[in-house]
């Protein structure tokens, strides 16, 4: 009777729930020991808030990341289009003459939808391999970012840094520092742009017809022809919202670091794939979420910062733990999948 | 009867045409040109003395030879991976990383500045060949037991892979003391062609006897293209992919001796950066299908010469490197447009829409 | 356009690179009426009807459909939208999504989904036609006939005007079918136009109204199922007399050699992870038996087992009174045994290798990993199959997924003939493949044996089992319950073991 019980809960869940319920326990398991076990840091709001600073632009990549795994297909250009996206910023509000804040932002959208434009229709249209044409489109924004500027700066614009100083107080989870003086808990504009977009894209995923189209898609191609969904449409309009957020992610990148430089966002496009696995999206296609993805996020962030407080501040742990526990992540995935499917078979 | 024979040509040249080996010879072709109409200068072989005093050879063809080999050995094992599991190895650059400051290790004994050097070079080299068997050997059981997607599962390695490399070293960077060793990334005294075209050369022999004296090819061929069917027909698919890792292990290996050999010393967050990158573009420029299945490994060796050729043209053309990655993606993208079946088709129907007589004379 | 008639279509052409798939095919449609679609593979059917729902695009001919008429359909949501819906052989839905989404997905107007409306029809649907699965159950969830039946109320609930059904039935059992048929009558009523395209003749009696047979791309004729027996409907579709079918175990000689009797294989107690219970099994040298019951009974889980296709949990197994281990393929590869899987597409070929590689695999297998066959011998299996077994291809050199099914499934006969194998498992063999190559297969199984081979056949149609086998191990609910021998075999006497008790 006992297996008979189990076999109920994986016939009642779907493969997205399912996966989604496993990344939120484990994040809160692992928020919860960091608090216990490291105490300091940890047990204060203002930790979880600046994970959130830190990782906004993160959260909006990864968001794309996620729209674009789900339809069946992967963009690793992302990284570079962030960077692409500071440096031309930040060379626009540094070295021209009187640079507006809103064109600054205009241009951020722009890149991004004209990367959307151009990847969407090779990977739509001509049915060229996604990972082949991101891979063209990171080496061609890295190589387009050093030839914008070689050397990286600090923007000085007033409006700009004014900007990017704005701290939206959060009431009621501020805390007392040593001299007994009251701070209040922040985050940054970022944050608030980052949480909009997951909470639209959310919407959009489970209540419009396009977001279903993506999991359609995802799931079988194919068979998504045949029930009448305009695959092609599907296919572009997935690129096209994962590179104009990875245009806006940029924006809020370089907002946080103030600065231009080839270097930024190295590897970020692998964190923002990485996020979305971790979040339970799977990059065979139409399974994945996108509250799930921002867990990812967190997860992926907190095991950095619960490395870093332990004391273990070389480069080289935060390597090592972010792998590990992908890995262990994938297991589990792995292993909870292949139960799932054994559970149904018989 | 004219009209047929050239119905007949048009046809002949549509099967050149479709040949998997066309794009990349035409590409490496109209790279020839582009560089024989700019500068001619760049197919001269010239006799010059190198470093330690030797007469060596030297021009942009011997460049692309040297600079080519390790991708030329990275592409053999991406192909069979691919091939084999349908997917993408990403952790090469990182593992050459891992296997290199493996071979460091052993070479230099934990110090970082020894006087001599405390192993024999072949020792350190078959330590780090059993390393990149050991990180084949991860990524193949990640793929081929637990079922993860390739990219996914050396997704893994390649976070992690640089910062296993510096850990091996205590982050430090030996420098190997020994001019011998410098030999397998430059040249032997006394031989004037660079020793990477040698290993290059012994590879690419290995894996043709090992394609014509055993089935690896077409186990590798029928797991990719049906994994259900092969199994069935007694073949071991999980053991077939677990392979195509662990000999894409070896083949880092060997790419980790000539990066290593090049500098006598490494830099881990630099070696073999975006080579992984740089390997799988040779498989997809060799018209090999990412999605695995059929495969032609003499397509994705030439598909990495070319790679090497484009990248010698465009510093040829003063590229600054950091700007070089742009530069190689347009080409890359125009090459995989015009190879592209989707791309090939409207270009036909737009050619038969503006001269709509022609099919009634074919 | 005359009043009842609902699709017409005239001079449809369609080529593809070295094939005239259709010329000048007619066909039309009357409201309220079922329409069969005859013809072997490569006739022209699946073009004929992948023209119609927009996934191929003709190449000359007209569409009219009534209420709109002359049409041009673009893409599969243009036929959608004029009242053209579909149900495929294979199932074409996301398993990731939900039955409901299933059902709705791509139809309606609106950006927005309302799942409360949606998963409340789908219930109110599925309840309707008696369809074992809940709205907003995951469709991967369910088994595969309930998934068929899905892609059914999809395509019933689209206010169809035209519904086709190409090989709907072949992943039913019996009484899903007789659903099935249930609701093609009562579409009927409602005056839909249905096109019914099958490989069961029984079937096309049993329900249609009309029969258009096509062949090699062309329009044979159409005809009123009245005015066509069955043998003429064969003799048209395969374009002359077909040979007497009942007759060709008289044809054929037993085998008769010293060890006539022996068994050559044996199994006791056998299970596997597919879920039948532990059986007991063995077959004599020369002797041609099978496996019978409803689709799902376990038949194809039997020899899965005695393969080694699926994880052994236990029992013994013998091989010419020895005790030999048979956990996977090869081991029983190398035992003698060969089987040709029920799943062509899924199990049998390796769609983009040449047909050379595809018949010298199993052989090369069991040669070795370090011994390949050299290009004269793989050319000279090949080519010496191709011409025995009659499969038709350009050459050796073709990708085996560019034939025809009923050349596919020669090439993999060829396969495991080539190993000369003492134990023959043939899975369903004959499914989806025209009546020529299924009367050639069961020949060549009745020559076999009389050459010593044993043979188990597996077959949907019983009359093809009772044609071929002299015994028959009767199944039911994954459970052998009998086994029917000598004057047993009849029709009758199958039904009733496999309906069992009273």
Not at chain 3, 80 to 100: K, R
Not at chain 3, 418 to 447: C, S
């Amino acid at each position: 009777m006992k297996e008979k019980n189990k076999f109920n809960i994986f016939e009642k869940m779907n493969d997205t729930n399912l996966l989604l319920t496993i990344t939120i326990v484990i994040f809160f398991l692992m928020y919860i020991g960091a608090v216990l076990f490291q105490g300091g840091g940890f047990s204060k709001p203002q930790m979880f808030f600046n994970i959130l600073n830190a990782n906004a632009a993160l959260i909006i990549t990864a968001c794309g990341m996620s729209i674009v795994m789900i339809s069946g297909g992967i963009d690793i250009s992302v990284g570079g289009v962030v960077a692409l996206v500071s440096m031309c910023c930040a060379v626009y509000l540094d070295k021209t003459n009187s640079p507006n804040i809103l064109v600054s932002m205009l241009i951020a959208v722009g890149i991004g939808l004209l990367y959307g434009l151009v990847q969407g229709f090779l990977v739509a249209v001509l049915d060229i391999q996604p990972f082949i044409v991101s891979l063209a489109g990171m080496f061609f924004a890295r190589g387009m970012t050093t030839i914008v500027n070689t050397a990286p700066f600090n923007v000085e614009n007033q409006a700009f840094v004014a900007l990017k100083d704005t701290r939206v107080n959060v009431p009621f989870l501020g805390s007392y520092n040593k001299k007994g003086i009251y701070v209040p808990a922040y985050i940054e504009i970022g944050v608030i742009v980052a949480l909009l977009i997951v909470i639209l894209l959310f919407v959009v995923l489970k209540w419009t017809k396009l977001g279903r189209s993506f999991y359609a898609v995802g799931g079988n191609r194919q068979s998504a022809l045949m029930m009448g969904i305009n695959v092609r449409r599907t296919k572009f309009l997935s690129h096209l919202i994962c590179s104009t957020l990875a245009g806006i992610g940029g924006y809020v990148y370089f907002l946080h670091v103030g600065s231009g430089s080839a270097s930024h966002a190295m590897g970020m496009e692998m964190n923002a794939i990485a996020s979305s696995i971790i979040g339970g999206t799977l990059l065979t296609g139409g399974v994945g979420n996108i509250i799930g993805t921002f867990f990812g996020v967190l997860s992926l962030s907190t095991i950095q910062n619960i490395v870093a407080s332990a004391g273990l501040d070389e480069a080289w742990w935060t390597g090592i733990t972010i792998a590990a526990m992908l890995c262990i992540f994938l297991l589990i995935q792995s292993v909870v999948m292949a139960q799932k499917k054994k559970a149904i078979k018989t | 009867m004219s009209k047929q024979s050239k119905g007949n040509i048009l046809g002949a040249f549509k099967a050149i045409a479709s040949h998997q080996l066309f794009i990349p010879i035409l590409a490496l072709v109209l790279l020839a040109v582009v560089n024989l109409i700019v500068d001619p200068s760049f197919f001269e072989i010239k006799d010059v003395t190198n470093n330690a005093g030797y007469m060596v050879k030297s021009g942009a063809l011997i460049t692309i030879l040297d600079y080519g080999s390790e991708l030329a050995i990275l592409a053999i094992g991406m192909t069979l991976v691919t091939a084999a599991s349908g997917g993408q190895d990403i952790s090469v650059g990182a593992t050459i990383a891992i296997a290199g400051s493996a071979m460091l290790r052993v070479l230099c004994g934990g110090n970082s500045r020894p006087d001599t050097i405390q192993a024999p070079i072949i020792v350190a080299f078959l330590v780090a060949c059993i390393v990149g068997m050991l990180c084949g050997a991860f990524n193949g059981m990640l793929v081929s037991i637990f079922k993860i997607q390739p990219m996914i599962a050396t997704l893994i390695l390649f976070t992690a892979g640089r910062s296993i490399a510096a850990w091996i070293n205590n982050n430090e960077l030996p420098i190997v003391p020994d001019p011998k060793f410098a030999y397998f990334g430059g040249f032997i005294p006394g031989i004037p062609i660079p020793t990477t075209v040698f290993i290059a050369a012994i590879c690419i022999i290995i894996i043709a006897l090992v394609l014509k004296f055993t089935n690896l090819g077409l186990y590798t061929q029928a797991v990719g293209i049906n994994e259900s069917s092969s199994r069935l027909n007694g073949i071991n698919p999980t053991f077939i992919k677990f392979l195509s890792f662990v000999i894409l292990g070896l083949c880092v290996a060997v790419a980790a001796l000539i990066k290593v050999s090049r500098l006598s010393t490494i830099n881990y967050s630099v070696i073999a950066k975006d080579i992984e990158m740089d390997a799988i573009l040779a498989v997809a420029l060799g018209g090999n299908a990412l999605s695995g299945g059929k495969f032609n490994i003499w397509a994705s060796i030439l598909g990495a010469y070319v790679i090497q050729f484009l990248t010698t043209t465009l510093y040829k053309f003063n590229v600054p490197s950091d700007a070089l990655a742009a530069y190689k993606a347009v080409v890359v993208i125009i090459l995989v447009v015009f190879s592209a079946p989707k791309a090939r088709e409207y270009m036909e129907m737009f050619v038969k829409k503006l001269n709509p007589g022609r099919k009634e004379a074919a | 356009m005359n009043e009842t008639t609902l699709l017409k279509m005239r001079g449809i052409d369609k080529s593809f690179p070295g094939v005239r798939a259709l010329q000048k095919v007619d066909f039309t449609l009357n409201k309220g009426e079922i329409h069969a679609l005859m013809g072997e593979n490569g006739a022209g059917k699946s073009t004929l009807i992948k023209v119609l729902t927009g996934v191929y695009t003709k190449d000359a001919g007209t569409i009219e459909l009534e209420g709109a008429g002359e049409v041009s359909i673009h893409s599969p949501q243009d036929a959608q939208n004029l009242g053209i819906s579909t149900v495929y052989q294979e199932i074409t839905l996301c398993p990731n999504l939900t039955v409901a989404e299933n059902m709705f997905i791509g139809r309606g107007k609106g950006a927005f989904t309302n799942w409360k409306e949606m998963n409340a029809d789908a219930d109110k649907l599925l309840q309707s036609l008696d369809i074992p699965a809940k709205a907003t159950q995951q469709l991967s969830n369910c088994s595969i006939a309930v998934q068929q039946m899905v892609a059914i109320a999809r395509a019933v609930d689209m206010d169809c005007k035209v519904l086709i059904l190409d090989e709907p039935t072949s992943s039913l059992d019996e009484q899903e079918v007789e659903k099935l048929f249930g609701l093609m009558r009562d579409l009927k009523e409602m005056g839909v136009g249905i096109i019914f395209v099958t490989h069961f003749l029984d079937q096309v009696y049993e329900v249609c109204d009309k029969i258009t047979v096509l062949r090699d791309g062309q329009l044979v004729g159409e005809y009123e199922i009245k005015d066509l027996p069955r043998v003429q409907l064969v003799a048209k579709m395969l374009g002359k007399e077909m040979d007497d079918l009942s007759d060709i175990k008289g044809e054929t000689n037993e085998y008769k050699g010293n060890d006539a009797g022996e068994i050559v294989f044996e199994a006791e107690g056998l299970q596997s992870d597919a879920g039948i219970k532990p059986f007991d099994f063995h077959i004599k040298k020369g002797e041609v038996n099978g496996f019978t019951g409803l689709l799902g009974s376990g038949r194809s889980e039997c020899v899965r087992a005695i393969f080694g296709a699926d994880r052994i949990l236990g029992g013994k197994v013998k091989v010419h009174g020895k005790e030999v281990k048979i956990n996977k393929p090869i081991d029983a590869m190398k035992n003698g045994i060969a089987y040709l899987p029920e799943d062509r597409k899924i199990d049998g070929i390796i769609g983009d290798l040449s047909v050379r590689d595809n018949i010298i695999l199993a052989l090369q297998v069991m040669k070795g990993f370090f011994k390949p066959f050299t290009k004269a011998q793989a050319k000279a299996f090949a080519d010496e199959y191709i011409e025995k077994l009659n499969i038709k291809t350009a050459s050796a050199d073709k990708p085996i997924k560019a034939l025809s099914g009923g050349n596919q499934q020669k090439v993999i006969l060829a396969r495991w003939l080539l190993m000369h194998p003492e134990y023959l498992i043939l899975d369903e063999p004959t499914r989806g493949i025209d009546v020529g190559t299924k009367v050639a297969i069961q020949k060549l199984v009745l020559e076999l044996a009389s050459q010593g081979m044993s043979v188990t056949f597996i077959s949907s149609e019983t009359d093809e089992m009772l044609r071929t086998c002299s015994r028959l191990v009767v199944m039911r609910d994954r459970k052998v319950v009998g086994e029917l021998s000598g004057d047993d075999l009849t029709q009758n006497k199958i039904m009733a073991t496999i309906a069992g008790g009273e």
